[in-house]
């Protein structure tokens, strides 16, 4: 069931039906959320990698029985842009709870953890929601570099283009979200309140 | 729910988002001058900006405020690092160890400070999580046989490697002996220690290699780093034969990991031309590094310091270029005089580029160094002074060939030098290659560890 519904809304998305991205990416994100849970729960010491996660997500989804499911490439794809939601409500949670956040996925190991807290990351994450309309693929490059921990080679691989084009459009990206969160930065919009 | 607060997010209060500054169309119109630009050097991009400004002012003036940005974002490391951190591992269990806390990056991985979970000794071990993940049952299974045979190798001069394994997650970790110590070069030099002193250290060094080669051990990666003296004096190696083991687990194609961690580790400087060309690598690779850490205790400088501005420079020195003589970098007459000669030469045999005219072992090398130090005469000069006999012979041979071509201008100009230009053309393609991939070698080193 979950197979078919996940092929027709990924038609219908590519197709430009702004509903029915949305859904997919609801979709999306419960699948990776619910695998998750479950993989930690099973075994409680496991950390999770996001592209751990994403491949056994795909896994998970693309052997069950049933129609059509579209190919690695194609998933990661999209499956990317709900990673990056699924990482801003962990951080934020993360954040929020300081200890004790309702499951923990790690990345790699580093010695210096010079990354964005929850109030940066959610700009972050603001700032790729505006740069997807206009350029969505230099928003999925940082989705599957930033928020995926993809490598240059596979991005370079997934989007079928050169790795030096991957590496190009990953630092036009960051140009644009930095020339985002600079102006935005700079003047500051009333009302909305992103630390929820 | 994500979703949704990304929907009513709305930046201007209107219904269209859209890109604060820099419009759709004028992003399109810079593109192909961003492209052009990113492609080169940071240092060479004033003057490409300031060579486009005549032509086009609008379009350089826009350039130049997005490669500001780009400059600002590179030197602060924007969006670098994964938004996760480290965090959660401290306290983490790999196999019998709790990990305390990171000690540092190397080249396909990390490294903390761990201590026996169930209390059953004290004392601290040192554990590497390598950057691999997802590896398979067959590939975990070959990092434990590499390791039950690397945890045979028993000297007093090298760290001993306790276990290995797979997390659960598929990271391959290492267990070894904890060492604290400083890497030698800078132990020698904080005492001040003399030449001989220095000498005695390195010998040291170069036995517990030859002791490990006996076992048909190669360390592939000796440098200062791997190198430690310890506060009463004892040198330790570091890492034997992690490497090799490093990079079988790297041959192992899992779906979540790219090729570029399949490359081996090197570090420019210190590997053998023969590993800068990704060839196998023997004994002999270690008798390069040997040789190169020896140029450093005797001299306090590389052997090709002042030509190694960059990695890739220094790469095509290695490859390409024959280091000067120790003693000729030292400035004290005394110390000279006492290099000059038999160490010179020790030296020198050490760092061939051609590995076959090397010491063939670390066992050659340790004979030889004693041989200067009890005043015998030494092997690497005899051999030497053949050599130079051989080179004689060469060029004379050169003479003749030289000859021959003279009588062939004679006959055809042109056609020499066509074939002169074309082995010229040869050579010098061959050599750019061999830079090329030294190059491309080098730059991933420095992908994966920014900081060596």
Redesign the interface.
Known sequence: MLQEQLEQLIRSAEQGEAGSR?RL??VL?GELHRLAERELRR?P????????LL?ETYLNLSTRPGGAFPDRARFLAYACRAMR?????F?RSRCAQKRGAAF????????V????AGEE?EK???AL???G???PRLAQI?DLK??C??????IA?LLGISE?TAQ?DW??A???????L???TDAP?GG?D?G? | MLHEEARTQEPDGHGKTRMARTDKELWNELLPYLDEALELEASERDTWLAALAPSHPRVAAELRELLALHAANCASGFMERSPLGAGPLVGERIGAYTLERPLGRGGMGSVWLGRRSDGKYEGHVAIKLLDRRGLGTAAAEQIRHEASLLARLTHANIARLFDAGVRENGQPYLILEYVEGEPIDRYSRARALTLAARLRLFLAVADAVAHAHAQLIVHRDLKPSNVLVTAEGVVKLLDFGVAALQSKTAGDASPTTGPESAAQALTPGYASPEQLRGEPVAAAADVYALGVLLHVLVTGLHPFGSRAATHTKLARAVLTEDPGLASERLAIPAERRRVRGDLDAIIARALSRESERRYATATELAADLRRFLGNFPVEARTLTRRYVAHKFVQRHWGVVLSGVLTLLVLVGATVVTSLQTLEARHQRDRALEEAKRANAQAELTQYICPTR
Request: charge should be negative; aromatic fraction near 8%; avoid cysteine.
């Open positions: 949305d990416f609801t994100y075994r010491l496991l950390t999770l990698s996001p592209t751990t491949h939601g699924l990482l801003i409500d951080v923990e996925i790690t990345s790699l190991p580093t010695e953890p010079q990354t964005p990351l972050i994450g603001e929601e505006v740069l309309v206009d350029q940082v930033f928020f921990g993809f490598s240059f080679v596979e691989e030096r190009r630092d036009k960051r140009i644009l979200l930095r020339q985002h600079d102006d935005t919009r909305a992103p929820a």
